[in-house]
């Protein structure tokens, strides 16, 4: 499996963004996902999570309320919709399988204040 995100950029404090995560080169569809995130000079962290149908999400407390994570099956993707940005969002977001066993290359978020 190929997970590729995209959608970073830079944006103000109190802003949105979205991420996406595009997978090929598997059933994406039997895949649950997860969002992580790295801060410079920070461990990598986790963000968020959803099961394999979108029925089942989970977040990190750090941004529960503010980030969403949603997924599309027929289009092998799924997003990481967040909102009321702070600058301690700043970080590569990275895209992974369930279990860990595939991630993708990540897409740099950057919060101004």
């Known amino acids: 499996v190929q997970l590729q995100a995209y959608g970073g950029g830079l944006v103000q404090a109190g802003g949105s963004l979205r991420l996406s995560c595009a997978a090929s080169?598997?059933?994406?569809?039997?895949?649950?996902m997860n969002w992580f995130r790295q801060a410079p000079g920070k461990e990598r962290e986790f963000v968020g999570h959803?099961?394999?149908?979108?029925?089942?999400?989970n977040y990190a407390d750090s941004v529960k309320g503010r980030f969403t994570i949603s997924r599309d099956n027929a289009k092998n993707t799924v997003y990481l919709q967040m909102n009321s940005l702070k600058p301690e969002d700043t970080a590569v977001y990275y895209c992974?399988?369930?279990?860990?066993?595939?991630w993708g290359k990540g897409t740099l978020v950057t919060v101004s204040s």
């Open positions: 992974a399988t369930g279990g860990l066993q595939y």
């Open positions: 959803i099961n394999w149908n979108g029925g089942s999400t």
């Open positions: 080169g598997g059933t994406f569809s039997t895949y649950a």
